[in-house]
C-alpha cells in the first residue's frame, strides 16, 4: 500500500528505521554496559555506595589476630520456668577466628513451653563486631515437660575490633513464646 | 456529507472508496484480524485490548481498595495484596494505556497526515499480536506456585529477585513489552517523517501527531533501558552475576537509577499523547484555533528532553550528595514551565470561545482541571527537604494516580467519544456519554484526593493493613474507587450500543467546529483512505492561524 504514495519511497523507510534500530541498540547497550562502570566511577569519585564497604581482603590485612575475652550471661523472663545457664561463664577468643560456646536449658515445669531468646552485647560499640553465624536465637525453641538439652552459638568476632576492646559480654534472655505455646493446651 | 476538503477531486474519490468499501475488506476472522496490516484494524484491536486490560487492572485495584477498605487483614493474604499492588500497574502502565494510546496512533496518525497506511504494516501486526502472549506469560505468574512478582512495579532488588522461578516469565513479559513498543514507535516515525501528504509541512501537523512524534522517541530511548534493567535481574537471579548484589560486589541501588532513567521517560510517554488529544478536542469544541500552537510543539519537546535528566527525584532518599539531590530538585522543578505553558494555552483557547459541552470536551476540560492538581502535588513531591516525607506514602499513590487517571484515562476516554463516531460512523449517546463523564470525574476525586491526607499523616504505600488512625480516609477512597470502577462499566455500555445499536449516522465532520485532514473522509473511515495522497493547505488545519 505505501507504494501507492508518492510522498513514500520505499528505501527511505529501510534507511530511517535502521538508524532509529540502531538508538535503540545503543539505548540497550547504555543501560547494560555503560550504567554500571559510569554508576561506579560516580561512586568512587562520591565515595558512595559500595565504595565505602572493605572487601573482605582488605579488612585480613589491616587488622592482625588477637585474643579478647567473651564473657557469657543468661537471664529468664518470669514468665518463662526454665533453667537457663551458660555452660562456660567466660572464654578467650582470637578475632577472626569461628567459635563456638554452649548454654544449658532445662524444663523442670510439668507442661511442655516454647521460648524465644533476645540476645544484648555490652559494650554497645562492640555489637557491630560480633558476629554470630548460627544461634538458638534465631528460632523459637521447644522443651517438653522436664526436656533438657545443650544450645549452641557459633560465632567470630570481626578482625578490626577496635582495639580498646579488650573484654566483652554476650547476654540472653529467654521470653515464653506465648503465641505458639498455647497451642498445644487446646483440646 | 459536509465538506471542509478544497480539493474536490480527491473527496469524490474517498466517497467512490467508502461505497465499495466491503470489496476491499478481508473476508473472515482470521484474515480480517489476525493477519491484518490495516492501520484501522490494527488501531481496533489495540483498542479492544488496552480496555480489556484496563478492566482486569482494574479488578486488581478493587481487590487492593476492598482489602483497604477497614484497617486489619479481612480478604487476602498479605503475599497476594502485594501481588495485586505489582500487577495492577504493570497491567495499566504496559497493557492498558500505553497500547491505547498505539491504538489511538493507529488509527488516527495516518488520517491526520494524510498516509494511505502506517510505514510498514506487517512489523504493525506484529508489534500487536505479541502484546496477547506477553500479557498473558504476565498473568500467568499468579496462578504459579511461586506466584506473581510482589516487589512493586519497580521491581527494585533485592526484593525482586525474591520472587520464584516465575521471576523469569515476568522478565519475559517485559522483554516483549518493550519489543512490541519499540516497533510501535519505530513505525510512527516512519509514517510521520515518510509518509506526510503533500503540503502537510511538521508544522501543519495536528498537535496529536506531533506529541506522539516525541513520544516515540522517548519510547526509543527509554524501552531499551528498561530491557536492559531487567536482563541484569534475570541474570543476577538465574545466572549468578551481581550486577545488583552488594555481596559479589554489584549495588542494588545502581538499579534504581537505571531503572528510572527509563521510568521517568515512561511517565511522559503515557501523558505526552494525552496532551495531544486535549489539544485537539479544545479548540474544536471552543470553535476557535489552538492558542500558541508553536509553543505547545516547543513546550512538549521541551518536556522529553527534561525528562531524561530528572530520574533521581523518585529516589532522593537513597543518600546523594547535596549537589546531586538540588541539580534534580531543580532540574524537575523547570519541567513546571513547559507544562504550565500548555495548561496555560488550553485555558486561552478556551477563553471567549463559542464552547459547547459535549462529552469529550467535559473530558478534556476534566483533565485540565484535574491534571493540574496532580502537577501541584508533583512540584511539592520534588522539594526535597519536603520528599523525604512524603517519600513512599500514599501522598505519592495520590499524585501519580492524578496525573494517570484524571489525566491519561480521561483523555483516552476523551479521545475515544471524540473519534468514535468517525471510527463506527454512528452517533454514541450523549446523555450515556455525560452521565458516564461526571460519574467518574466525581468519584475519581472522592477515590484520590482523600489519599493526599493518608499520605501526609504518614500513610505508607503497598500495605495490605494500616493504623486505625487512618481509617475513615480508607474507607472514602475505597467506596470512591468501586464506584469509579463501576462507572467504567457505563463506557463499555456506551462502546456497544454505538457500534452496534445507534440509529443515529454521524456525518463526515461529526463535530461542527472540528478541522482536520480526519474529518474529511467519510464516517465511518472506508477500510482504505488516501489511497491518493491529498493536498494539504492552511484553511485544512486546525490552527490555520499559525500555521505558515
Redesign the interface.
Known sequence: ??E??????KR??GR??GK??V??????????FA??PL?DTF?EI?G???AG?K?AGEVEESAAPRQVKVRFDANTNSKLDWEFRPVQSSMMVTTGEATTALYFAGNPSERDSAGMATFNVSPPKAARYFVKTECFCFTRQELAAGEEREMPVYFFLQPDLPEDIEELTLSYTFFRNEDDDVAQNAP | MSTIASDGTDLGHDTHDAHDDHDHKPEGFLDRWVFT?NHKDIGTLYLVFALLMFFIGGAMAMVIRAELFMPGMQLVRPDFFNQMTTMHALIMVFGAVMPAWVGFANWMIPLQVG???M???RMNNFSFWILPFAFTMLLSTLFMDSGGPAAGWTLYPPLSLQTGSSFAFVVFAVHMMGISS?MG??NI??TI??????GMTLLRMPLFVWTWLITAFLL??????????V??LLTDHFFGTS?FN?AG???P??FQ??FW??GHPEVYIMILPAFGVVSEILPTFSRKPLFGYAAMVYATASIAFLSFIVWAHHMFTV???LEGELFFMYATMLIAVPTGVKVFNWVSTMWKGSMTFETPMLFAIGFVVLFTIGGLSGLMLAITAADLQYHDTYFVVAHFHYVLVPGAVFTLMAGAYYWLPKWTGNMYSERWGKIHFWCSAIFVNVLFFPQHYLGLAGMPRRIPDYSPQFADFNMWSSIGGFAFGASQLIFVGVIIHCVWFSKKKATAQVWEGAKGLEWTVPSPAPH?T????PVVDDTMVAHADEAH
Open positions: 500500500m505505501s501507492q504514495n508518492p510522498t513514500a519511497p527511505g523507510h530511517l528505521v532509529l534500530l538508538v535503540a541498540v545503543a539505548m540497550f547497550g547504555f543501560g547494560v550504567m554500571p554508576y561512586c562520591t558512595l555506595g559500595q564497604i572487601t | 496490516t498516509a494511505p497506511d510505514a510498514l504494516p519499540i514507535a519505530i516515525i516512519a517523517f515518510n509518509m506526510r501528504a503533500p526509543i530511548a527509554a524501552m531499551p533501558v528498561l530491557a536492559g534493567a536482563t541484569m550486577f552488594a560486589g554489584g549495588d541501588v545502581m537509577h537505571i532513567f527509563f543518600g546523594m550528595p482504505h488516501f489511497t491518493k495522497p
